[in-house]
């Protein structure tokens, strides 16, 4: 994906959605209609952290280029220079891949 053009605000932050995979274990290709939504992404751009009370920002826990798990409805999904992205807040976020 080229480098995108979009700035999140707050404490959101735009994936790029990881497809689902086509087969399964057993081979068996799965039609469009079987496969679920993705739930798994990288990281593409982050907000610069949500406005605390004291007035000071806080620090996001994922950054740039980290792949996210994240809840299967969450986010709203937007096109961008004609790729499918989506855009969560950091709470909606279940947990960073580390590999």
């Given amino acids: 994906m080229a480098k995108i053009k979009i700035r999140p605000l707050d404490d959101r932050v735009v994936v790029e959605p990881v497809e689902a995979e086509q087969t399964t274990a057993g081979g068996i290709v799965l039609p ?24 000071q920002r806080g620090e996001l826990s994922v950054s740039v280029g980290d792949e996210v798990i994240y809840g299967k409805y969450g986010g709203t999904d937007i096109e961008i220079n004609g790729d499918d992205v989506k855009i969560l807040r950091e709470s909606d976020i279940l947990a960073k891949v580390v590999s």
């Fill in 32 to 55: 469009d209609s079987a496969k679920e939504k993705p739930q798994r992404g990288k990281v593409l751009a982050v907000g610069p952290g949500r406005m605390l009370d004291s007035g």
